[in-house]
């Protein structure tokens, strides 16, 4: 399988409605109303001074999505989703591991990159891990559920040294 990422563009407009309301995303707050989508697209909080959105192209068809953000700030946020007929294939880590190298790449005023997920979300912890992610955070019943329940959620960070190196650097969770 081809993978490629591209650059969000307003004139995919139509498409980011399609690909976020056309499928379910069990592990994200809400579902996505189309004309909500279109507006934050119209309004640029896809792409703008502090935000870029990815496709992930696998074969040429749009498998993914990923939103870069904070860009401006010394540790950015992404939020990655994959498609519900692309899961399971290996595009996540395919997606977090370039995402990682471009941010780093890219913006050299970094030293972290962080993003978080629920802790139920078995696949993308894995992601995380994979992709040499240390998890540094577990907030209890802060994320809420489309079934109204809150859910914990589990925040994970890579750090720009360990990237160059390719080692994992864990917090130290007994300093107290």
Known sequence: MRIEFARFSL??????VDF????????????QDPEAVRSRAADGLY???ETRTFWVLADGQRAGLI??????????????RIGQEWR??????????????HLFTELPHINRIEGTTRQDNHAMRAVFRKSGYAKEAHY????????????????YAILRRDWLSGTVTPPD????
């Open 88 to 101: 399971g294939r290996g595009l996540g880590t395919k997606a977090v591991t370039w995402l990682t190298g």
């Open 67 to 80: 939103r870069l953000q904070d860009l401006a700030d010394d540790t950015p946020l992404f939020d990655l």
């Open 11 to 16: 004139d995919d407009a139509d498409l980011l």
């Open 20 to 31: 976020l309301t056309r499928q379910e995303w069990p592990f994200h707050a809400s579902t």
């Open 47 to 49: 792409d703008n001074e």
């Open 140 to 155: 209890r019943e802060s994320w809420p559920g489309q079934d109204g329940r809150p859910y914990d959620a589990v925040g």
């Open 173 to 176: 969770w007994h300093d107290d």
